[in-house]
């Protein structure tokens, strides 16, 4: 098993940048494929993006490909996501989670395919 713990989060202004990371409790965090989620008030959660478990692959959701980069340092145990140009509909409260796999190369963007979360990290972005 695994615990996730999301910092990071904060309030910035449409255009700026933040940086979230998920530190990972455990000896077996290379195990896991990551992933990154949100809630908007009034939403329902949904994919941002997701790294495979060696952090070879990553895919993004269209809504923030070309802004936001995924990555991951297994020696560190932590996933991270770097948000560029930031808009007020990127407001959410963000979510990182993990699923085990076999897979190196494997990643996942349904939610109903992780089996742990973290508590979320609230981003707010101001016009």
């Known amino acids: 098993q695994v615990q996730l713990v999301e910092s990071g989060g904060g309030l910035v202004q449409a255009g700026g940048s933040l940086r979230l990371s998920c530190a990972a409790s455990?000896?077996?965090?290379?195990?896991?494929?990551m992933g990154w989620f949100r809630q908007a008030p009034g939403k329902e959660r949904e994919f941002v993006a997701a790294i495979s478990r060696s952090g070879a692959w990553t895919y993004n959701a269209d809504s923030v490909k070309g802004r936001f980069t995924i990555s991951r340092d297994n020696a560190k145990n932590t996933v991270a996501v770097q948000m560029n140009r930031l808009k007020p509909e990127d407001t959410a409260v963000y979510y990182c989670?993990?699923?085990?796999?076999?897979?190196?190369?494997?990643?996942?963007?349904?939610?109903?395919?992780?089996?742990?979360w973290g508590q979320g990290t609230q981003v707010t972005v101001s016009s």
């Open positions: 989670a993990a699923k085990p796999t076999t897979s190196n190369v494997r990643y996942y963007v349904s939610e109903y395919e992780y089996d742990y």
């Open positions: 455990g000896r077996t965090f290379s195990s896991y494929a």
